[in-house]
């Protein structure tokens, strides 16, 4: 039976790397050790001053078309999850068809912060099954880095930046994507706050950003760890449930990439050996839409995924956000 496939993957990281000792030794009031037993970060990706989200975007995608066999004219929908933008208008799904020379495609953004992938491919899959179209490329990319108030140890220390990509179509052929389901909280969404860009601060000022609004803020965080938590967990229970299968019968749970200590305490409340947990935070650093998806391609490409596994995407973000796809790989 036909049924919505993930065709190929991409990803693509900056080249620059910052280290928690290269943190330290900026004189932020944090050392090494603390940032890794508290997040389990080591290192994260920063994009050079003129790299933008869709030049990242760019080389995941084409990563994405080369695994997939797909040319970029098959390309009907383009679908950008971010929210940092190259600009406000266009978005960055425009810019990056520009560079893509996608030029049948129609493009858009999705704002869904950390669960941004999902979001993306939630409505890939809607395309799909309404044969609306065709061949979908849904890429989640970020430069998160520059959201960042470089003395704020609370934020400063978990984020990079990057991109991945998906290529999708309806057919026979590739990985299935079984399912996706999707949450969303706005009332809790000074939890995970960027004040500054919108029409609450626009135009910029002096004071704001004197006031730091164009920063991310991150509220009431032992609140916001719990609330994730429980986000992740009935993500995956929701998409196991959904399937009918048993929770120990999924092989690998690939997340949004926020916590160490979130995917520990996942793992014993749900009974899940840690080891089936596919982990990209120590290097990379929490890259919020595109975390996951980067995550799914560097697993499929470096032989972690086998034929028949079932694969878990749990994810949670800012919005409040948060939900899940089950993959067959």
Request: aromatic residues 8%.
């Amino acid at each position: 039976m036909e049924s919505i496939r993930i065709l190929g993957t991409g990803s693509h990281l900056p080249t620059k790397v910052l280290t928690n000792y290269d943190l330290e030794r900026s004189g932020l009031d944090t050392t090494h050790d603390w940032i890794v037993k508290r997040t389990g970060v080591s290192e994260r990706r920063i994009a050079e001053a003129d790299e933008t989200t869709s030049d990242l975007a760019y080389h995941a995608c084409l990563g994405a078309l080369e695994m997939a066999g797909r040319p970029i004219d098959d390309v009907d929908l383009i679908i950008v999850a971010t929210i940092t933008p190259d600009t406000c208008c266009p978005s960055a799904a425009n810019w990056l068809q520009a560079r893509l020379g996608a030029a049948r495609a129609v493009t858009f953004d999705v704002t869904a912060a950390c669960s941004g992938f999902i979001f993306a491919l939630n409505i890939a899959e809607q395309y799909l099954k309404n044969r609306t179209a065709k061949t979908v490329l849904v890429a989640a990319a970020e430069v998160m880095t520059r959201t960042l108030n470089w003395k704020d140890r609370s934020t400063c220390i978990l984020w990079g930046d990057g991109a991945g990509a998906a290529v999708l179509g309806l057919g026979t052929e590739g990985h299935e994507l079984m399912s996706t389901h999707l949450h969303t909280d706005g009332a809790r969404g000074q939890d995970l706050l960027l004040p500054g860009g919108g029409s609450k601060t626009t135009p910029i000022t002096h004071d704001s950003v004197d006031q730091g609004l164009h920063y991310l803020n991150m509220i009431e965080a032992n609140l916001s760890f719990r609330v994730a938590v429980r986000g992740f967990m009935d993500g995956i229970k929701e998409a196991a449930e959904f399937n009918g299968v048993d929770i120990e019968d999924i092989q690998w749970f690939i997340p949004h990439q926020a916590n160490i200590r979130m995917f520990q305490h996942i793992a014993k409340s749900l009974k899940i050996p840690f080891e089936n947990f596919y982990l990209t935070l120590q290097k990379y650093g929490n890259i919020s839409s595109a975390s996951c998806a980067i995550s799914l391609d560097e697993a499929a490409r470096d032989g972690s995924l086998q034929a028949e596994d079932l694969v878990c995407l749990p994810v949670f973000g800012g919005g409040l956000t948060w939900g899940s796809a089950l993959i067959r790989w």
